[in-house]
């Protein structure tokens, strides 16, 4: 859900969107100028108390935004949100830490398709690192690993790829339901790295709701917030491993980048034409977008598992739903998306007119989604789904209160001259993508102790191919990276056993939609641990590469 802004500050080379543009109109070429349609989708939401602060979840309908992958300069979440830490105040200058991530595609995917994947999104002090998943984190340098081990391998059933999850390919309006809820799989520390600053027990952990998976996968180990604290003592205490989570979140959609080109035509009057963008369309003609964004309070997981660690009655891991408030909507929302060409000042970016094709709407008192004007929004279908399409068309004019605004305009009337009828969104041609790779040095974490299982493959539907080996699951190169001693590592081992023993991927953990289809996780992910490594055991993936 990038959502996930801080991808936008990666330096990266960017493949270039191909435009095709037929003979006939060579001599408007100059004329067309590449932009780009970016911003915010709005989702006010009803307050929930402050003492809902143990974590969240939430359903979002996961679609095809574009018709087209256009390459790795598209990016964009689709909904979903932040979660920081709770300061019984306002949020500390200059410390921004959180969870975000989501749904989405982002410039560094190197597999992607037109249905998205999901990233787990933390951030660390600033974004001086993050972490996506088991594995996953800022850049491919393993020498500076900058959140690559901040993340935990949970599940001995779902295959996380460094990719990003991926969703079965073709999902089209599907909820996808997650979580996050703290678990005290660890006891909290005096020191952390030799220095006398404290680490919390909080293993803030995903939990998914799909069709073909339920329940937690991963955690981020809680040494990825308080190593911050190591060089800075004076931030001891301020991240998510020992804080509460803050419960009353932005929801929005963030979108970074979609392709757009606009021209002038020979009077000075300026449009612009955008990639066909849709949104799920269900039987009503409506698109329902997000449901029951809920936040939890430690009675509502948290204190169970806590008394089973220390003696007590093995739990089921149902989320209690006695300790959970659930968002309203009130059908209020908005949109901030612009169209402007690069490099443009931030008082010449205008915005378009989206009031006069989109109404944002609670659907039910736990639902929000869109109605649209099929005046101008047209009804399509794919091979997956129904889809409302936005209109690609328009014009740069003033509204009604004098403002220059992107209006709506149809595709006859916008002049032939500019060209924008014969450009084509094409997928960008580039290399192979590189593969993510693992280190492979005897003595690294990822060999020593080393894997007991292996190696296997799995192929997901983006094309890729997984190398993945099984590990005991404390002997995984994140909990090897993650400042925990021997004893820590066995008495960590033996709480997660009993989880892998007594939570089963087909339980409902969190609580179930009421409206609504789930997605599926790609089939390819969902794998079974081998004979003999049933509880305690995960599997890792090591590589993933373009298939041959």
Known sequence: MFRNRYMGIITSTLASLIVLIPSSVIRSQERIQEGEMAGYLLVPHEKVPESYNAGFSLYVAAWPLLKEYPGNRFQTGLFGTWMFAQYGGPKPENLYSDIEGGLGWWRDTRFATETPKFIMGGVALNFNEWANGPGAGQGRDWSKPKGKYGVAQLSPWVLWPADGLNLKQGTCGELFGYGYLPLPLTTPKTTTAGKEVPTGDQAWTLFLNSDNFKGPVAFFTPYFWSRASVDNPKLAGMFLDGRPSSPNKALQMETQYVPSFQAVDSRGETYARIAPTSFPRNAKEESMLVHRITAYNKSALWDSVKAWFEGGTPVSGVVDPKGASVHTFNGNGGSTWKIYSPNVPKDKKMPIAWNSFANPVALDPHTYGYRWNYQTVTKTESKDGMLATLPEYYHLKKDKSGKQTWAVVQPKDVPAETGLAKVQFGRSRKDRSEPYVTPDDAQSSWKKPGPVAGPFKAYPGDGSEITYYWYRFVDQPALLNADLTDQE?????????????????????????????????????????????????????TRQGAKE
């Not at 009421?514 to 081998?530: E, F, R, S, W, Y």
């Open 489 to 541: 590592r066995e008495s960590l081992q033996v709480r997660v056993e009993k989880l892998h023993r007594a939570w089963k991927k087909d339980r409902e953990y969190l609580p179930p939609p009421t409206v609504g289809k789930l997605a599926d996780i790609d089939p390819a992910l969902i794998v079974n641990p081998p004979q003999g490594f049933e509880a305690g055991y995960v599997p890792i993936a």
